[in-house]
């Protein structure tokens, strides 16, 4: 055999020699063939076939880089062919085209930030608020108007995953356009009917640093074993070359190891919203907030409740929900928060019915109604138009309650006034 003829299917190779390791072989003869491949094979460069069948991981750091832009439908299109993203960019290689996706998505989270900070004029504020220079922190973004606003407070939560601050759905905004996979609709529209906001940043909770490598301990002195505990430590050391083959036949570029190092206070979603509501929403002047929550954003406002609940009711108007995955049951939510949530809450929810048609209740806790699409990720955009309305609703319903009470008041300090008054005529 020719070597030129062995370069010319890498894949073929490395299969082979996976089988001939892995394979556990019982006889003399077999073993006798089993060495003559190796030895064969052996002349073969296995580092070279490998990277053959994986492109370097290096990819663009900017959209202009990757080619790519988005239009005035604000939608990602190639710059030069107009098309939209192709994830299999080579066929055959997934994990390739996977990372080339994330790579991707990393300066989409980048260029939302900007379009936050241009576009909706918001503020970027770190959390924890009392951080040192040191020390791993988040950040959150507000309106100019978000602490000051007397009126209305409009909260934005995401779900969980590798979305960021400003983003429903990273798949969305590559994949379909920037209306329906960002929250700046959202901001956009309560900007226009006087809201102040605030846009939570649930999914930063840590920072991710490389790991120093650590020198590998000197082998340690071999005891005299018996011979049935050497087979054994022989076939332990058999088994951890092949472990160590198929993981650099996998994985041929392996990825610097990393720790995390968690954000004080914020180290899961739910700790950053309860930060958020202690050290901002609870400071802010308005007399209505409103909340949008998608998905685990849902359960982290639950959570929320069961922590603060006095002020949360005290403040808050109305909660629009988007295929939240709250359950008041595994959260341990008492009959007070499931009552509350019943009349001040809706969630909008993945289902084949038309937009806001009444959907079966899970639990007895907030009404749920469809979101007009079956896309768990489309949900927040579907229900748009009927969350805006929702909350001008409960808006309306809460100042008639509260001209009902203050008239209620006038009637009975005019009743009392009277009363005293005819006292005195007496």
């Known amino acids: 055999m020719k070597r030129r003829s062995m370069h010319t299917g890498p894949c073929v190779f490395i299969s082979l020699i996976l089988w001939i390791i892995m394979a556990q072989v019982p006889g003399q003869e077999d073993k006798e063939k089993t060495t003559a491949l190796k030895d064969l094979l052996s002349r073969i460069d296995l580092d070279e076939l490998m990277k053959k069948d994986e492109p370097p991981l290096n990819f663009p750091k900017t959209l202009e880089e990757f080619e790519y832009a988005f239009n005035e439908q604000g939608q990602l299109r190639h710059i030069n062919t107009g098309e939209a993203f192709v994830f299999n960019a080579r066929e055959d290689l997934h994990r390739w085209n996977q990372k080339r996706y994330e790579a991707l998505g990393e300066i989409i989270t980048q260029y939302v930030y900007q379009l936050l900070e241009t576009k909706c004029n918001m503020t970027k504020e770190i959390v924890p608020v009392d951080s040192t220079e040191e020390e791993p922190k ?68 840590h920072l991710e640093v490389e790991m120093q490598a650590k020198p590998a301990p000197p082998p340690a002195p071999e005891a005299p074993d018996e011979p049935a505990l050497k087979r054994e430590r022989k076939e332990d050391r058999e088994s951890k070359k092949k472990r160590d083959f198929y993981e650099k036949y ?139 309305r929702f909350f001008g609703e409960a808006l309306c319903a809460r100042e008639g309650s509260e001209e009902e009470n203050a008239n209620t008041v006038t009637t009975r300090s005019s009743l009392r006034s009277k009363q005293e008054h005819d006292h005195l005529d007496l």
């Open 138 to 205: 988040s950040f959150i973004y507000l309106s100019a108007d978000a602490m000051s606003n007397p009126d209305k407070l409009l909260i934005l939560i995401q779900g969980d995953g590798v979305v960021r601050a400003g983003q429903w759905a990273r798949r969305l905004i590559i994949n379909q356009d920037l209306d329906s996979g960002t929250q700046i609709p959202f901001i956009t529209r309560a900007k226009e009917e006087g809201y102040g906001v605030i846009v939570l940043n649930p999914n930063e909770n």
């Open 250 to 388: 996998r994985n041929p570029q392996r990825e610097v190891e990393t720790e995390q190092i968690p954000i004080r206070e914020n180290a899961s979603s739910e700790e950053h919203v309860q930060y958020v509501w202690d050290h901002f929403v609870s400071k802010a002047a308005a007399r209505n907030i409103f909340v949008v929550a998608h998905s685990h954003g849902g359960l982290s406002f639950v959570n929320l409740m069961k922590f603060r609940e006095a002020e949360v009711k005290s403040r808050v108007c109305a909660v629009a929900m988007t295929d939240s995955v709250h359950n008041i049951w595994h959260q341990e939510v008492n009959k007070t928060i499931q009552d509350w949530l019943h009349q001040h809450c809706r969630n909008w929810v993945s289902s084949p019915e038309p937009l806001d048609t009444p959907v079966e209740p899970m639990l007895t806790d907030c009404p749920r109604v469809s979101a007009g699409t079956e896309r768990h990720e489309l949900t927040s955009w579907s229900s748009f138009h009927s969350i805006f």
